[in-house]
């Protein structure tokens, strides 16, 4: 059993690795790039392309949840040991996110020809706006199903091809165009180029699916009977995604309508920088969906464990970096966009860093009622605060700006962090001490504000040695237990030889 237990660790600290890998990468040929692209594009037909990324690499919620609601299903099956039933989960589930992303299709190429108008698009870019947004539509199919094949990969824990495979598409999403551009200008071929590499990208995940599990090439089963665990659980998925976009960006909509575009430079310019920190809870939620799926049924015990430690691994590698970054927030903006950005948006870096750790915090908690078969618990948590969120975000931003509207994101994510945890008390079987949760965030929240109360350098970096220290000590003596302490030792050791 150690062993075995040993054996999952370390496979989703691997997995959990290749992901923050596959998401980094591109990020930074994204840095490096974007400015070219501008540069020889111009403002108007990079916004063009910015709207080619959009369907080409973030349109798969067309999927209406079906792709993680396949994930979920197919991890139970494994972990029951029902694999007959799998192929025919398979090829439904791609069908149905086939017939859905037909409709849309059809529903795009009627508009096409409106989109320039809508975008308000020159004369001179309308034509090859109008092509190139023919092909986006035709696109969209390929697209969505890409997504249905990957859920299905993440079922069995293929985050190495995966990520393989994110890297490849996220490198090329900027690369490419730069190398079209040597041939021609036309963003026809740019975005011909785009879906060309994920129509090949689509092809590798059906064989590496068909790698996996060998059955789905003889059993080729559409049965309308596997739908109902489906859909029951992707209908909550997809009212979480309709939200969640519309409360990411619902602040900065209220800022420019409120007080000005330049306010809205200053707002999300620090959370920009703040919340590529998510991309750790990302990373390693990714890796744990599949584990909550197939083990709350067969052995919940460790499901569980799997929560707790993943809440314990977040926190130990965020806050010291938060803290840090509330810190010395005004330095960090000084030395990268000058004495002005630091002097206006400083105080929104250190409140929105104090939100996007208690974010963190609650992804896990969140993708763990999704995998215990409990979507609908998150979601309308999510429902219930939307309302309060932009009623409190539009009241505060008009009478206290853009520090009001940093001061109300921190708020509603307190809130969300101590519902998530409720939720978890009462909807599963772990025995939570909801008063020493508490604690621990009004703790955490209290030492993050005392750190941005230090205005000397000296002091502040004084500081910021003791915090690591005490810290350090701290996780070392009181939060880590003797197995994972071994396994720290066991990656030391093999650093030293």
Not at 376 to 401: A, C, D, H, Q, V
Request: net charge positive; with cysteine.
């Amino acid at each position: 059993m150690m062993f075995s237990l040993s054996l999952v660790k370390n496979t989703i600290a691997r997995n959990t690795l290749y992901n923050l890998i596959g998401y980094g990468i591109p990020l930074i040929f994204a840095f490096l790039f974007i400015p070219s692209l501008i540069a020889n594009l111009g403002d108007e037909r990079y916004g063009i392309l910015n709207l080619s990324w959009i369907v080409v690499g973030y349109f798969s919620f067309l999927d209406f949840g079906f792709s993680k609601a396949l994930t979920k299903t197919i991890s139970e099956k494994i972990g029951m040991d029902q694999i007959d039933e799998i192929p025919g989960l398979f090829w439904t589930t791609l069908v149905i996110i086939l017939l859905i992303s037909l409709i849309f299709t059809i529903l795009a190429l009627n508009f096409v020809t409106d989109v320039s108008v809508i975008f308000n698009i020159s004369e001179n870019a309308k034509l090859e706006s109008v092509k190139t947004f023919y092909l986006l539509a035709l696109s969209i199919p390929i697209v969505s199903t890409m997504a249905g094949l990957r859920g299905f990969l993440e079922a069995y824990q293929k985050f190495g091809s995966i990520n393989f495979i994110r890297i490849i598409l996220g490198v090329s999403t900027f690369l490419g165009p730069l190398i079209i551009l040597m041939i021609t200008n036309s963003l026809f071929w740019i975005t011909f180029f785009l879906i060309g590499i994920r129509v090949v990208v689509w092809i590798y995940y059906l064989l590496m699916c068909f790698k996996v599990n060998s059955n789905l090439k003889s059993k080729i089963l559409v049965n309308f009977h596997y739908l109902k665990p489906i859909l029951s659980f992707s209908i909550w998925i997809t009212l979480a995604n309709i939200l969640g976009p519309i409360i990411l960006y619902s602040d900065r909509i209220i800022i420019g309508t409120l007080i000005s575009a330049s306010a809205i430079t200053y707002y999300a310019t620090p959370y920009e920088i703040v919340s590529k920190l998510m991309l750790i809870p990302t990373s390693l939620v990714g890796v744990l969906f599949p584990f909550f799926a197939s083990n709350y049924l067969s052995q919940n015990d460790k499901s569980q464990l799997y929560l707790l430690k993943g809440i314990k691994i977040i926190f130990i590698i965020l806050y010291p970096i938060i803290f840090l970054i509330i810190l010395f927030a005004y330095e960090i903006l000084l030395v990268w966009l000058g004495v002005k950005f630091a002097d206006q948006s400083a105080i929104i870096l250190k409140l929105l860093s104090i939100g996007i750790i208690m974010n963190a915090m609650s992804i896990i908690p969140n993708n763990y009622l999704q995998g215990i078969s409990k979507p609908r618990i998150p979601t309308i948590i999510n429902l219930i605060e939307f309302p309060i969120y932009l009623l409190l975000m539009w009241f505060s931003i008009k009478y206290y700006g853009i520090i009001g509207a940093s001061f109300t994101y921190v708020t509603m994510a307190t809130i969300d962090v101590i519902l998530m945890y409720l939720a978890i008390k009462k909807f599963s079987k772990i025995d939570l001490n909801i008063y020493r949760l508490l604690l621990y965030l009004l703790f955490v929240i209290l030492s993050l504000i005392v750190s941005s109360l230090i205005s000397s350098l000296i002091i502040k970096i004084l500081t910021a040695v003791l915090f690591i220290s005490v810290f350090l000590i701290i996780i070392w003596s009181k939060i880590l237990n003797e197995e994972e302490k071994f396994h720290i030792y066991s990656s030391l050791n093999i650093f030293n030889k």
